[in-house]
């Protein structure tokens, strides 16, 4: 017999906190899995628009280097996609630091 709606939010509230550990244990080990990874990665590419081959095309481009600074990326640690955030347009890939850097400064390029 189905729960009705608020029976099953209950249910799940009551499942959560007597197996709260074991829950966060087995979240821990996906995001960490090589799937986890690829399934963020691909998350992040389709919440920016562009594909995988578009990706690549910018880190061949951009000799896998940060657009900001000039500093190597490796593919999997802290390489993010620099976008505008009114026109939604991507502009490069970045290290973190220059990331953060943009995002302090509210990508304004007068205050840069």
Request: aromatic share 6%; with cysteine.
């Amino acid at each position: 017999m189905p729960l009705g709606k608020e029976a099953q939010r209950e249910y799940c509230k009551t499942y959560y906190l007597e197996n709260r550990d074991k829950i966060r244990q087995a979240q821990k080990e996906w995001r960490e899995s090589p799937r986890g990874a690829a399934h963020r990665f691909e998350k992040n590419l389709r919440r920016h628009g562009i594909t995988s081959a578009d990706w690549d095309a910018m880190w061949t481009a951009q000799g896998a280097k940060c657009a900001g600074c000039l500093s190597g990326l490796v593919i999997g640690q802290d390489t993010h996609i620099d976008h505008c955030h009114t026109g939604g347009h991507v502009r490069g890939l970045l290290c973190s630091a220059c990331n953060l850097a943009i995002g302090k400064v509210k990508d304004s390029a007068a205050t840069l």
